[in-house]
């Protein structure tokens, strides 16, 4: 409601300024002004001022937001093929800015230069064969460049040697929450389709798959350092993206496809959180949220629990209303741990198995006791025993 009020004032003020502006236009009648709509060296110079103006402005923000801003990107990749892609990407950076800091000057510069005159032709060229080539082959040549190192790196990364010893985890998505399922010993992911979806067997695995029978899911996901993991990737409804930044890692979730994405992770979770650089990150993030949880104590709310760093899986594709909260924790194990948190994990088939056995077990009829043998009424065999004894 607030943010309506300002807009509301803000328009309103828009429209009083756009008045008075018309009230002054209507008192300057009489007065000798040059009303004409074409430009006069006077209207020249001022645009060709402004256009430095907006290049100082450039400049000065740009550098500005890297002194600002530049600590937030994330730095020290947890993946091996994390360090390749932060090159190619502070390569394309480093180019984009050379190139920007260049034309924008030429374009400002020549804006200014040879902004309109009173008598002055412009010269121009029909055609000139030497700057077209130039101007055409530096932008290909470098574009060229950056396209050729980045189809290198990118089948370096995505590159899967089928003999390779990887570890196959499936990463399923659907709104608004990650589940993991892991391939078991035989390292080889049972069949799955949504129809089979019932109960706890929420991934719509095929329990009869015999690749099936050591599948395990858990909806937070564990994977072991130095270990190249191989992400087979499903959506159960729409299209979502998996996103791990701090792995560098990134490939769409699609309806009906599978689509993968391998690393191997290089650093567990307590060793990024004792990096030196996510150790002032943490901090920043909980100063902020110290002055936040003052706000929501003044104002009789609990407060905000100081944050501590975790990786994350998040969806990087806009795929609903509660969107911002889908995710899942990563966790960086020592292989041995790894292992020791996966041994006590129950298969999707016998946790499959126990929930059709509980159905049965409270569908199962109560069995009815047997009545019990009625007492014989003492009177009536004294009375019994009595005539028997009379007849005799």
């Not at 480093?94 to 002055?120: E, N, P, W």
Request: negative net charge; proline residues 4%.
């Amino acid at each position: 409601m607030t943010s309506l009020l300002v807009i509301i004032v803000l328009v309103l003020l828009s429209v009083a300024i756009w008045q008075m502006t018309k009230i002054f236009d209507l008192t300057q009648v009489g007065n000798s002004r040059n009303n004409s709509q074409v430009a006069n060296d006077n209207d020249n110079n001022i645009q060709g001022y402004l256009m430095f103006g907006f290049l100082a402005f450039l400049y000065i923000f740009t550098i500005y937001g890297l002194f600002k801003w530049g600590h937030l990107v994330l730095s020290n990749p947890a993946s091996e093929h994390g360090a390749d892609y932060d090159n190619l990407m502070w390569i394309t950076f480093a180019v984009i800015f050379f190139v920007q800091a260049i034309t924008q000057a030429l374009l400002h510069y020549f804006a200014f230069q040879y902004r309109g005159r009173k008598d002055q032709k412009a010269l121009y060229f029909a055609d000139n064969d030497k700057l077209e080539f130039i101007w055409t082959i530096i932008p290909v040549i470098v574009l060229a460049g950056l396209i050729l190192y980045g189809l290198y790196t990118w089948t370096n990364i995505m590159f899967v040697d089928e003999d390779e010893d990887v570890m196959v985890v499936e990463l399923y998505a659907k709104q608004f929450s990650w589940e993991a399922r892991y391939s078991g010993k035989d390292n080889v992911l049972g069949k799955a389709n949504v129809r089979l979806i019932e109960g706890v067997n929420t991934m719509g695995v095929d329990l009869a798959d015999p690749n099936a029978q050591d599948d395990i899911s858990t909806t937070e996901l564990h994977i072991p350092k130095g270990k190249k993991i191989l992400f087979k990737l499903r959506s159960q409804d729409v299209l979502h993206s998996a996103f791990m930044p701090h792995f560098r890692a990134q490939m769409n979730c699609v309806p009906g496809m599978v689509t993968q994405f391998a690393f191997k992770p290089i650093k567990t979770t307590d060793e990024m959180r004792q990096d030196d650089d996510m150790i002032e990150k943490v901090a920043t993030i909980n100063k902020i949220r110290a002055k936040k949880s003052a706000e929501l104590v003044a104002n009789g709310e609990a407060p905000l629990e100081p944050y501590t760093f975790d990786y994350l899986l998040l969806c990087n594709k806009i795929c609903g209303a509660s969107h911002y909260n889908m995710q899942m924790k990563i966790v960086v194990d020592n292989p041995q741990d790894f292992q020791s948190w996966l041994k006590d994990k129950i298969t999707i088939v016998k946790a499959a198995s126990d929930e059709k056995a509980a159905k049965a077990a409270e569908n199962a009829p109560v069995a009815t006791p047997a009545p019990a043998a009625k007492k014989p009424d003492s009177t009536v065999v004294a009375q019994v025993t009595a005539t028997t004894e009379v007849k005799k």
